[in-house]
């Protein structure tokens, strides 16, 4: 089996210490599209930039993010990952999520032998990765 995450998994480690990723990462290996880290560096800096986050927080956050990304694999934003976010899905999805989503099954397709489970706390991303046929474990 095979850990998809998204960054709402991450970003809740990263910024609160919430170990939900934890079991995430329990299942071996932990994939996930480049887009985990653009997104999670841009919520760190806004956080930063509102005050959410001071110099000791900053320092914290940034080392958990760098930890977690050295042990997931990142699938690129290539053209068929682009594409296929295009495309339709069964479960109405935000552009990101989509995103996320076609990295998952082009993971899912690549790997077939391996089981993906989708990590999100995202319900919309969860209804649509359920739709889509994925174990979702963090539904809410």
């Not at 960054?7 to 990263?14: F, K």
């Not at 900053?58 to 682009?82: H, N, W």
Request: hydrophobic share 45%; charged share 20%; aromatic share 4%.
């Amino acid at each position: 089996m095979v850990a998809y995450l998204d960054s709402s998994v991450l970003l809740r480690y990263i910024l609160l210490g919430e170990a939900a990723i934890q079991h995430a990462l329990a299942w071996g290996r932990a994939v996930s599209s480049e887009l985990i880290e653009i997104e999670c560096r841009h919520v760190i800096q806004r956080c930063r930039m509102q005050g959410e986050l001071d110099d000791a927080g900053l320092v914290t956050a940034m080392d958990r993010l760098a930890q977690v990304l050295r042990g997931l694999s990142l699938i690129k934003l290539s053209d068929p990952v682009k594409k296929r976010s295009m495309g339709a899905f069964p479960v109405s999805v935000k552009t990101l999520d989509a995103l996320h989503l076609s990295s998952a099954l082009l993971l899912a397709e690549r790997e077939p032998e391996n089981t993906v489970l989708v990590f999100s706390h995202d319900l919309g991303l969860n209804r649509c990765a359920r739709a889509l046929g994925f174990r979702t474990p963090l539904l809410s």
